[in-house]
């Protein structure tokens, strides 16, 4: 029962630390990549498939608790590619918006800098996904 809890949660930490290896070439990485919500792979869709994956595996298809796992990981993973994508994309807007006013430090306590960066691509989604799947195939059929 332990791996219902156990597994997800490795799940995510495999997919956060991950986030390093898939930096494209030229960016710089810092400590702040492995605790950010957006990058490849997605640490949200590793948790989430994982439980879902590992409940599906303990308990059968035709589980309520299957049924609720699969349920809340559509949203988590529609909320990750979409609205959070888009409220980056309104951040980044706001940004430069906001920098095109001038330099005054009244604007710079008003308006502090939005995150740009805080939803995934499908691409993304799909790395953590299937992350969270075979860390939980695998604990199930070794652990």
Excluded at 54 to 71: D, H, K, Q, T, W
């Amino acid at each position: 029962m332990y791996n219902i809890l156990l597994l997800p949660i490795l799940s995510g930490i495999i997919a956060q630390l991950a986030k390093p290896f898939f930096k494209a070439n030229g960016q710089k990485f810092g400590f702040r990549d492995i605790l950010s919500y957006a990058g490849m792979p997605s640490g949200h869709s590793a948790m989430v498939v994982s439980l879902a994956t590992i409940i599906l595996l303990e308990f059968g298809l035709s589980s309520p608790v299957f049924a609720l796992s699969f349920i809340f990981a559509v949203i988590v993973i529609r909320d990750a590619t979409g609205i959070r994508r888009y409220l980056g994309q309104h951040g980044q807007v706001l940004n430069i918006l906001v920098k095109d006013l001038g330099e005054d430090k009244m604007l710079d306590r008003s308006y502090p800098r939005l995150l740009e960066k805080i939803g995934h691509t499908p691409a993304q989604v799909l790395v953590g996904g299937l992350i969270g799947f075979f860390v939980s195939l695998l604990g199930y059929l070794f652990f």
